[in-house]
């Protein structure tokens, strides 16, 4: 079996040119604000990593239902996971919500 060296390294390059890519899209769909969480935010990206991505958008949608949106428009080629707050719920939960206080601390919001 032929091994693979770098690989964390490419997979990085991988999720920072969809992150651009999904970028770009963001607003056309109604995104508020956005930011990337989890290995690529922290800085501890590897083989397995996937995208996450937390966005502020207004939505009706449950909660469990919102990622579906922006995983059916925008395709993604890397494994993506979309975590979806409305504005009130952001506003309501960036003090309390673990997840949420951690991506702030990690990354900065795209205002778009």
Sequence with gaps: MPMMFRFAEQRRKLLEEEFLRIAGEMRTLGAIR???AGDLAA?????????????????????RRRSDFFTSHLR?????????YTPRELEELEETDLFLRHSLRLSTPVEV
Aim: no cysteine.
């Design 34 to 36: 956005f930011w990337a």
């Design 43 to 63: 800085d501890r990206v590897g083989p397995e990593s996937d995208l996450d991505l937390v966005v502020v958008h207004e939505t009706d949608a449950p909660f």
């Design 76 to 84: 993604p080629t890397v494994g993506v996971r979309f975590t979806v």
